[in-house]
């Protein structure tokens, strides 16, 4: 859904209060999370989606990974997993559900979760994804909305999936890009996750579909501050700028220009096509990470140690006249 038609319709729904609801939908963080006693809460998510790779195997990794992230960008641990399937039965094989649903379990068993079960309806159209639940220390809970000025922001995966992923559906991108982006998605975010609690972090989400800005947009306006992206350090993915100046653009994006562009500031100097990659919508993206200034250069050292990728991309600013400022 287009961020402005979701915020629209979040916006009629009375947010939910409970003594030991620690985390709601008010801030739109990446999942809820309830306190089950002092040391442990419960934190839950769900996301599905239709196939942006033509393997079924390759899509159920994928859209695991993808679900799982919001687990891991609020810092907690993936415990179990429910399947959820829209089916064309009768229009396509039974085999390729279970090619998605092998691609998933054995993301899942990645994560060190179990599938416990799911639920399955007929659809005109393919969809997969998963339902999770997992535990969180109460007092470790990393929110998008505790970004403090002065901290560093990370990004632990390149951007550019939307475009090559157009670009397979348009048959515009070969198969060694389509076997790079498909690796990537199906990167679990869970080395990254735990080494952002390690150091610290005042706040993290995760970039999918509303791209890098939108993302960003959620952690300034939720923690109060303005965040300065620095468009020279992004890291891309191969031919991602090749793809934006040929129109490979998802619709998602699109969108989230329209809903972005009045809270935030790009100078025109800044490449166009680079523009494009900042609000192309990502799929299983990395984690933006906001890192305390003082343990930033320790958790890059020991990101490279671990072989996390982890780019700084930003800064964290006292609030001004936009939540996000590029240069």
């Given at each position: 859904?287009?961020?402005?038609?979701?915020?629209?319709?979040?916006e009629a729904i009375?947010p939910?209060?409970?003594p030991?609801?620690?985390?709601?939908f008010?801030?739109?963080?990446?999942?809820?999370v309830f306190?089950i006693?002092d040391?442990?809460?419960l934190v839950q998510?769900v996301?599905?989606f239709?196939?942006i790779v033509?393997?079924?195997?390759?899509?159920?990794?994928?859209?695991?990974?993808?679900?799982?992230?919001d687990?891991y960008?609020?810092?907690?641990?993936?415990?179990?997993?429910?399947?959820?399937?829209?089916?064309?039965s009768?229009?396509?094989?039974?085999e390729i559900?279970?090619?998605?649903?092998?691609?998933g379990?054995?993301?899942i068993?990645?994560?060190?979760?179990?599938?416990v079960?799911?639920?399955?309806?007929?659809?005109?159209?393919?969809?997969?994804g998963?339902?999770?639940?997992?535990l969180?220390d109460?007092?470790?809970i990393?929110?998008n909305s505790?970004?403090?000025v002065?901290?560093w922001?990370?990004?632990t995966?390149?951007l550019?999936?939307?475009?090559?992923?157009?670009?397979?559906?348009?048959?515009?991108?070969?198969?060694e890009?389509?076997a790079i982006?498909t690796a990537?998605m199906?990167?679990?975010n869970k080395k990254?996750?735990?080494?952002?609690v390690q150091?610290?972090a005042?706040?993290?989400?995760?970039?999918?579909?509303?791209?890098?800005l939108?993302?960003?947009?959620e952690?300034a306006?939720?923690s109060?501050v303005?965040?300065r992206i620095?468009?020279?350090?992004?890291?891309l993915m191969?031919e991602?700028l090749?793809l934006?100046?040929?129109?490979?653009?998802?619709?998602?994006?699109k969108a989230n220009?329209?809903?972005v562009q009045s809270?935030?500031a790009?100078?025109?100097?800044v490449?166009?096509?680079l523009?494009l990659v900042?609000?192309?919508?990502?799929?299983?993206?990395?984690?933006?990470i906001?890192?305390?200034?003082?343990r930033?250069?320790?958790f890059?050292?020991e990101s490279g140690?671990q072989?996390?990728?982890a780019r700084?991309?930003?800064?964290?600013?006292?609030?001004?006249e936009v939540h996000?400022?590029?240069?």
């Amino acid at each position: 859904m287009a961020p402005k038609l979701l915020v629209e319709a979040l916006e009629a729904i009375p947010p939910a209060y409970h003594p030991d609801l620690l985390v709601g939908f008010n801030t739109a963080d990446d999942a809820g999370v309830f306190r089950i006693n002092d040391r442990q809460a419960l934190v839950q998510t769900v996301d599905f989606f239709p196939p942006i790779v033509d393997d079924p195997f390759d899509f159920g990794r994928i859209a695991a990974a993808n679900a799982l992230s919001d687990i891991y960008a609020m810092g907690g641990r993936p415990l179990t997993a429910l399947n959820i399937v829209c089916f064309p039965s009768g229009d396509m094989p039974i085999e390729i559900l279970s090619q998605v649903l092998r691609g998933g379990a054995e993301k899942i068993e990645e994560a060190g979760a179990v599938v416990v079960g799911g639920h399955s309806i007929k659809d005109k159209e393919l969809k997969f994804g998963i339902a999770t639940a997992g535990l969180i220390d109460p007092t470790r809970i990393i929110t998008n909305s505790h970004a403090q000025v002065g901290d560093w922001l990370y990004l632990t995966k390149p951007l550019g999936t939307g475009l090559i992923t157009t670009g397979i559906k348009r048959n515009a991108v070969g198969a060694e890009l389509a076997a790079i982006v498909t690796a990537q998605m199906a990167q679990l975010n869970k080395k990254a996750s735990e080494l952002m609690v390690q150091f610290g972090a005042h706040a993290a989400t995760d970039v999918t579909g509303y791209g890098l800005l939108g993302h960003a947009l959620e952690i300034a306006r939720a923690s109060r501050v303005t965040i300065r992206i620095y468009s020279e350090r992004l890291p891309l993915m191969p031919e991602a700028l090749k793809l934006a100046e040929a129109g490979m653009i998802p619709a998602g994006s699109k969108a989230n220009r329209e809903y972005v562009q009045s809270y935030a500031a790009i100078p025109e100097t800044v490449d166009e096509n680079l523009v494009l990659v900042m609000f192309d919508a990502q799929t299983s993206g990395g984690l933006l990470i906001s890192i305390p200034e003082e343990r930033a250069e320790l958790f890059e050292q020991e990101s490279g140690k671990q072989n996390v990728f982890a780019r700084l991309v930003g800064q964290i600013e006292p609030l001004s006249e936009v939540h996000i400022k590029v240069e």
